[in-house]
């Protein structure tokens, strides 16, 4: 599996994890123990049991290629330490003025904050898709004028293969995606699909002027042929074609990607 830690969502995800066991404690702490003084232990206390819970969920962060339903066993691990760190944290700090009835209010709002978490997180996501979407339409609406870029590279073509191995050369323009399956390359446009007797690496060296460029380990796409884009667990996008089909866009590459959009 590939590997590339995604550094600034585990310090997002550490932050909110931080924050919901800390605000768990002090919301219920207020209304059961209001009475009782506070120490630096009921502070610093939450915030690296915060820090413990994201360690069941480290995977999400490393390996790249998780499926989706990889990633939400991950995080429910996640959610399940989360709950047992907060809880015993409450209970150590103050279980004798807690009680049952405080301990199951500091569990119920744990996950409740983490509920809040990542609806946050898919909200911050999904308003970068959106803006991702207006772009494309902006270009889309100019006609494609700029698109075609400055280099003169429009007109390159590929040599690929298509049914009963017909020999053809493509021009770049009009190919969608490449995708590398195994040993084979093929390369597909809005009606049909060729492969291509050459490595992906070399599709890229020899395409990147006319748009395309790498978004996952397998995939290269033809930004000028994207219809639309949406997000994906893991920090990932999924990158809609011009023929329907979508392209799932890996964290690796994914800021790249959006860069190049905008």
Not at 57 to 66: G, Q
Request: glycine residues 4%.
């Amino acid at each position: 599996m590939k590997r590339n830690v995604n550094i600034s969502a585990f310090f997002r995800d550490l932050f909110f994890a931080q924050m919901e066991c800390v605000l768990s404690f002090a919301i219920v702490g207020t209304i059961f123990a209001r009475e009782q003084a506070i120490s630096y232990a009921h502070f610093f206390l939450p915030l690296a049991m915060g820090a413990l819970c994201m360690l069941p969920c480290l995977p999400v962060y490393i390996i790249e290629n998780m499926t989706i339903a990889q990633v939400i066993v991950q995080r429910a691990a996640e959610l399940l330490v989360l709950e047992a760190a907060c809880v015993w944290t409450a209970n150590f700090l103050a279980g004798d003025f807690l009680g049952k009835p405080g301990l199951f209010a500091v569990a119920a709002l744990t996950a409740f904050f983490d509920a809040l978490s990542y609806s946050v997180a898919y909200l911050m996501e999904k308003a970068e898709s959106e803006r991702l979407n207006k772009k494309l339409k902006e270009a889309a609406e100019k006609g494609g004028a700029e698109s075609e870029g400055e280099d003169g590279k429009k007109d390159s073509t590929i040599e690929a293969f298509g049914e009963r191995n017909r020999r053809a050369r493509i021009p770049i323009a009009e190919i969608l995606y490449f995708e590398a399956d195994a040993e084979q390359v093929f390369a597909y446009t809005e009606k049909e699909i060729f492969q291509v007797h050459q490595r992906l690496y070399q599709v890229e060296t020899l395409s990147s002027a006319a748009g395309i460029m790498r978004v996952s380990k397998s995939h290269l796409v033809n930004l000028r042929k994207i219809q639309s884009v949406r997000t994906a667990l893991n920090s990932r996008l999924y990158a809609k074609m011009a023929n329907g089909e979508e392209v799932l866009v890996s964290r690796k590459y994914a800021p790249l990607f959006k860069e190049r959009l905008s």
